[in-house]
């Protein structure tokens, strides 16, 4: 079960939680990156590497019986800042294709490259699955 935790004299976030409490069967996604399942990149765009990244997290959820209600943190390591702050309505309507209207505790990182050098964007994720 996920609670989001919200200070009352807070404005509303956009996009995220502050916070989240969560019980159930704890699942930690590794990083996830826009390639397909045969670990080849389809493109070099990054809305759609941030689409398949979504769908990768969203496929390795599902094989430990879970759905992206259950997400209760991403963290999303991007490469260039600049272009995520410049595509954040199409990168905001493939988050709600893949996930949904459902918004985890989140940070984005900076970083200079990523262990795969095509690779635009890596998203870890933490999921709480309800108990049974």
């Known amino acids: 079960m996920l609670e989001t935790i919200h200070p ?22 590794g990083g996830q990156i826009g390639w397909n399942a045969e670990c080849r ?19 390795v959820l599902a094989a430990a019986g879970g759905e992206p209600a259950h997400i209760a ?4 390591y991007l490469t260039d800042l600049g272009a995520y702050a410049a595509h954040l309505r199409p990168i905001g ?17 900076g970083v200079t490259t990523l262990v795969e050098p095509r690779a635009q964007v890596e998203i870890q994720a933490i999921a709480v699955l309800p108990n049974a």
Do not use: C
């Open 93 to 109: 309507q493939v988050y709600r294709e893949v996930i949904g209207r459902h918004f985890p505790a989140m940070a984005v990182v």
């Open 8 to 29: 009352p004299h807070w404005p509303k976030p956009v996009g995220y939680a502050n916070a989240i409490a969560a019980t159930g069967k704890q699942i930690y996604i």
């Open 73 to 76: 943190s991403m963290t999303w």
């Open 41 to 59: 990149f389809e493109t070099d765009d990054l809305v759609e590497q941030i689409k398949q990244t979504l769908t990768n997290i969203v496929t």
